[in-house]
């Protein structure tokens, strides 16, 4: 399953409110919720009993799927002793490497913070960039007052099919409730095909829900880390380095 979907089942399991998910944690866009099953994620993925695909797809290994419950609770005893071994092993100057997805929150983070700093229309600018390196034409910034929170129109052509979409940024901390979504749908209804609403932060389980509701135009939703990924994956401000590793092979020169 993807995230949203493990968030969605692992909340309905334990019965969590809609106010407990929206707890934020600290300064981060992150939800403690969000963060606590990014740690449970890593841990597991640290013993064997999950692994994910490139496209963020989560699977139970074997080893998950016989995993005991005593087992699940030595898991981050085990963790912590692990890498503590692990981090012994390395030399003193040497970077300790962690790809691991709470590693991952560092740029995430990092980046966040620099798009929360920019003004509102420098954010509207850039999501106005995001649509056009995305494949969007005609994309424009309106951001007219009572216009229902539409900040902007765009047109997103498919093979022989046009779509007219209308967009809203919000760039803030916290959390995006369902009665946005249902504004913007007002506001949209009869003059787009598509709705798009982009935030620096995350959605209610409840937004969510009122952005697919059956019988309504669906709205798209892009969160903080789902607007980080998109800033990466079109280098809009960012820069990637790869590191090289060079490993000497012994038994080549041994054989001289």
């Known amino acids: 399953m993807t995230i949203e979907e493990m968030e969605e089942a692992m909340s309905s399991a334990l019965g969590l409110s809609d106010e407990l998910r929206s707890v934020p944690h600290g300064d981060s866009s992150r939800t403690q919720f969000e963060y606590e099953l990014a740690w449970v994620r890593t841990y597991l993925k640290k013993v064997g009993a999950l692994e994910n695909s490139e496209r963020g797809v989560w699977r139970l290994t074997p080893i998950g799927l016989s995993i005991s419950d005593a087992e699940i609770a030595a898991v981050p005893k085990r963790v912590r002793e692990e890498d503590k071994q692990n981090r012994l092993k390395r030399e003193a100057n040497e970077e300790i490497e962690d790809a691991e997805e709470i590693a991952e929150t560092t740029w995430r983070d990092k980046l966040l913070q620099a798009v929360l700093a920019m003004p509102p229309p420098a954010f509207e600018r850039l999501c106005q960039r995001i649509l056009r390196e995305s494949g969007f034409t005609k994309v424009e910034v ?29 760039r803030f901390r916290g959390s995006v409730g369902a009665s946005v979504i249902r504004d913007f749908r007002g506001a949209m209804v009869g003059r787009a095909d598509k709705g798009l609403v982009i935030t620096t932060g995350t959605f209610t389980p409840d937004a969510r829900r009122e952005a697919t509701r059956d019988g309504a135009p669906a709205i798209d939703l892009v969160d903080g880390d789902a607007l980080c990924d998109l800033i990466k994956d079109l280098k809009i401000g960012i820069t990637i380095k790869l590191v090289e590793e060079v490993e000497v092979q012994n038994d080549y020169f041994l054989s001289l």
């Open 142 to 170: 309106t951001g007219k007052t009572g216009d229902g929170g539409i900040d902007g129109t765009g047109v997103l052509r498919l093979n022989l099919l046009s779509f007219h979409v209308l967009f809203q940024s919000k």
